[in-house]
């Protein structure tokens, strides 16, 4: 069965320092997410992603955050100036068009020291 | 979009059936009842969605109450492997947006073997 992949899982970064996480969304899937869940707290939505260009995004989604897909099958989301607050977990999803089911990645845990 | 309210935790034993209950008094009428679940350590994963009709799948039945303010995930028959936190949302049928979600704290059910 397809399935979304993240890598890392795991990735400790310094405070201050740019962190890139990456997805590779299912093969014909055209919207793209991130969520974020910091422990012990809800899934909260970032930004969602369709035809090379934003579609929503939330307050979280400040001007630290960026996102891309780089080529035909990563997506990317940056943060530049990374601050403790940003230690949590980061799921990409990914949905074909036509469907209302979302297929989420395993996350990426960051760790902001 | 219209907000949803869940009982924090519930407790099944093994092998019997689940009925975990939702609440959507303010539901408008275009609006999707969607349900994911989160397994420890997992990203959520889509269990079921409907909008006013019940409805079966492999993995679960929704149950939607005639003035759609409520309804209920069954499963039907509970496994360990169901130990996880169950979200009901709702999301508005749009078409030209990102159809992204906002989870809230869910329903984490517990199976006692």
């Known amino acids: 069965e397809p399935e979304v992949t993240q890598t890392p899982s795991h990735q400790v970064t310094q405070m201050g320092q740019e962190v890139i996480l990456r997805c590779v969304p299912i093969?014909?899937?055209?919207?793209f997410y991130w969520y974020r869940q910091i422990l012990g707290q809800k899934v909260e939505f970032l930004v969602s992603?369709?035809?090379?260009?934003?579609?929503?995004k939330s307050e979280i989604f400040d001007d630290q955050f960026s996102v891309e897909r780089p080529d035909g099958s990563n997506f990317t989301l940056k943060i530049r100036s990374t601050k403790l607050e940003d230690s949590a977990m980061y799921f990409c999803?990914?949905?074909?068009?036509?469907?209302?089911?979302?297929?989420f990645g395993p996350g990426t845990r960051l760790t902001v020291t | 979009d219209a907000k949803t309210t869940q009982p924090n935790s519930m407790e099944s034993n093994e092998e019997e059936p689940v009925h975990l209950p939702c609440n959507h008094s303010?539901?408008?009428?275009?609006?999707?009842i969607h349900w994911y679940r989160q397994l420890p350590s997992q990203g959520p994963e889509y269990v079921i969605h409907?909008?006013?009709s019940n409805v079966n799948n492999r993995m679960a039945s929704l149950a939607i109450a005639e003035d759609r303010k409520s309804s209920t995930l069954i499963l039907h028959r509970a496994t360990l492997r169901d130990a996880a936190v169950y979200y009901c949302?709702?999301?508005?049928?749009?078409?030209?947006?990102?159809?992204?979600?906002?989870f809230g704290t869910g329903t984490s059910l517990t199976v006692i073997p």
């Open positions: 999803a990914s949905r074909e068009v036509g469907s209302y089911e979302q297929y």
């Open positions: 093969s014909n899937h055209l919207y």
């Open positions: 992603f369709y035809n090379n260009e934003i579609s929503e």
């Open positions: 303010t539901i408008s009428g275009t609006d999707y």
């Open positions: 409907g909008l006013t």
């Open positions: 949302i709702l999301r508005d049928v749009a078409i030209y947006t990102g159809n992204q979600f906002y």
